[in-house]
């Protein structure tokens, strides 16, 4: 799946090998000797090269790319289009790698697009000063310790998408860029990895050209960089299936049978994940992290796993994320906080357990490239417990208590994920079993006691905030919310600009469906009722009002009522109908 992105998101050192082939040798004998459990392994006589501050690279493409975990991408950057600058981050320098190397990544891919850079036409030079830019970014990050995975970016949908139609000429610029990339980088460390295309697309051809387009191109860049000599005679090579997708078992193999052809132990196969279309964007009715969404996760990387990994051939999965989240050029969090940190909390699960290296995609969205501080602090420590062990989540992580009437008990479920849990705090203060809370089984219940007390004057919102901690990994979050049903107010205006006026009243939205009084879908997703957050329609929490969008507005049918559900996190529902008729539109609450 091709990631989307807003435009406003969606940028070697020389080898020494005289006598170190021996040390390495006579260094990994002494660690075998002593049995010291090491990250990396050392490179064999003839393939071994000095790395970043004497680090050696291993020799076997699987431990290589092993000691590349975790990676993260320095997106909506050298990739941007026109310039480095042009998708709101700023110029790349060694603080950004220090940032990112500080918290434990240890290789970087740096995606380039080349095309606005080069001449369209033969012999389809690449402006020097940008090519000497690359190098530099791509220096620093090595200086920094860090593998480095570099690829041929955007080009992949900008001229690289028409070999069908354009054969020869698309080759042949493919085949200059290659040439010019593999020169400039010859002597730089085997920890730079070179990475064929991102996420190759062809259009107007069919599934047997699409898997033969690809194939020539791949070896194509094979054979160029093996010829240009220097550490490129055996730099680890990266290749892609068509749109770097996991998805369709049909491509994995085509992958795995053109590695196997191409006969070199040094390659790599890349796909990308950013996990079940309808959660990653939020359409559809897929709020939750449930089980249909966790089968899609668990399921595409024991595909990784068994096309590849077990065959002896790394993956590296060059892009995931979720599409619309965390994106900090949005004032909604399209898909809610919790059951994103659940989607992250497994995706490292499913690496470690699938022997599978992880590029988390960034564009600017994690680090702040301006001040160099991660956005989301318990995001950044569900990502990086990941790594190393399982964390346990539950149910929710909000509490829902009404502003009215008795206070009961209210009851969630834990995902103990193999651990144990411990207890619940409110800051430093314990929670107490048995008056507090109880726990049956994977029964987490907050007691009417605890409640009362934690929800004070009863104000909406949040009134505190708990942490139920296990024996590994974050606590997980728990924000104790009062609230009532949320109140809609009729309201008029245009298909252009359409607001319904609304006190949330301490809840937040999860969804809205849309339907005709037939019971037909209304709206631009018309194969659902339930329609795309943030494109179909979005809260306004700050100005108390539900948008409509010009979208989801000039989709619907002109004189035809649509009811539209709200769904809300406590479980409420708030029905309203909205009529266009021409240009303007209504909305009542009857």
């Not at 460390?189 to 190759?200: A, D, I």
């Amino acid at each position: 799946m091709q990631q989307i992105r807003p435009p406003a998101r969606d940028p070697g050192r020389r080898s020494r090998r005289h006598g170190f082939e021996r040390v390495a040798m006579l260094v990994l004998a002494l660690l075998t000797a002593v049995g010291l459990a090491v990250g990396t392994a050392f490179a064999a006589p003839g393939h071994a090269a000095p790395a970043g501050r004497g680090k050696v690279v291993p020799a076997n493409a699987m431990d290589a790319v092993a000691a590349m975990q975790p990676s993260w991408n320095l997106g909506n950057t050298l990739d941007a289009i026109p310039d480095e600058t042009s998708w709101g981050n700023p110029l790349t320098t060694k603080a950004t790698f220090d940032a990112v190397k500080a918290q434990g990544f240890r290789s970087v891919r740096i995606p380039v697009t080349w095309s606005n850079h080069q001449s369209a036409t033969a012999p389809y030079t690449i402006d020097p000063t940008y090519m000497s830019r690359v190098k530099q970014v791509v220096d620093l990050a090595l200086a920094d310790n860090l593998y480095v995975v570099l690829n041929v970016h955007h080009d992949s949908w900008q001229w690289i998408n028409k070999m069908a139609t354009d054969h020869d000429q698309v080759l042949a610029r493919f085949n200059a860029t290659w040439d010019q990339i593999a020169t400039k980088f010859r002597d730089s460390s085997r920890q730079l990895l070179f990475e064929s295309v991102n996420e190759p697309v062809f259009d107007n051809a069919s599934d047997a050209q699409k898997t033969q387009l690809l194939n020539e191109l791949n070896t194509s860049f094979h054979s160029i960089v093996r010829q240009k000599g220097g550490e490129n005679a055996t730099r680890f090579l990266v290749l892609p299936t068509q749109a770097s997708s996991p998805d369709d078992q049909r491509v994995m193999d085509e992958l795995a049978t053109a590695i196997s052809s191409l006969s070199d132990a040094n390659l790599v196969a890349t796909v990308h994940y950013y996990s079940f279309w309808p959660f990653s964007v939020n359409i559809a009715g897929y709020t939750r992290f449930d089980a249909e969404v966790q089968k899609n996760l668990t399921d595409t990387f024991a595909r990784m796993h068994d096309t590849f990994v077990a065959k002896g051939v790394p993956v590296y999965l060059g892009e995931y994320s979720l599409l619309s989240y965390p994106d900090y050029t949005r004032t909604n969090d399209i898909v809610q906080r919790g059951e994103a940190l659940k989607y992250f909390e497994a995706v490292g699960y499913a690496a470690r357990v699938n022997g599978v290296t992880t590029a988390l995609w960034d564009a600017g969205s994690f680090l702040n490239r301006n001040t160099l501080q991660w956005r989301y602090a318990a995001l950044s420590a569900q990502i990086k417990s990941s790594w190393t062990t399982r964390s346990g989540t539950a149910s929710s992580d909000r509490v829902f208590v009404p502003k009215t009437g008795a206070i009961t008990a209210r009851t969630l479920t834990l995902n103990l994920n193999g651990t144990t849990f411990q207890g619940l705090w409110q800051g430093s203060t314990r929670l107490t079993q048995g008056r507090d809370y109880t726990v049956s089984g994977s029964q987490l219940t907050l007691t009417a006691t605890a409640l009362t007390r934690l929800t004070g004057n009863r104000d909406y919102g949040v009134n505190a905030t708990l942490q139920a901690r296990f024996s590994s990994g974050v606590p997980w979050q728990l924000d104790v919310t009062t609230y009532d049903t949320p109140v809609l107010s009729q309201a008029s205006g245009t298909t252009n600009s359409f607001a319904v006026p609304t006190q949330f009243r301490g809840d937040t939205l999860a969804t809205m469906e849309a339907k005709y009084a037939d019971g037909r879908n209304a709206g631009p997703a018309d194969w659902t009722s339930y329609q795309q957050f943030d494109t179909a329609f979005a809260p306004d929490y700050s100005g108390n009002a539900l948008t409509l969008t010009p979208a989801f507005l000039n989709a619907v049918s002109d004189g035809t009522p649509v009811t539209l559900t709200f769904h809300f996190w406590s479980g409420a529902t708030v029905t309203y109908h909205v009529t266009k008729s021409g240009g303007s539109v209504t909305g009542t609450t009857s």
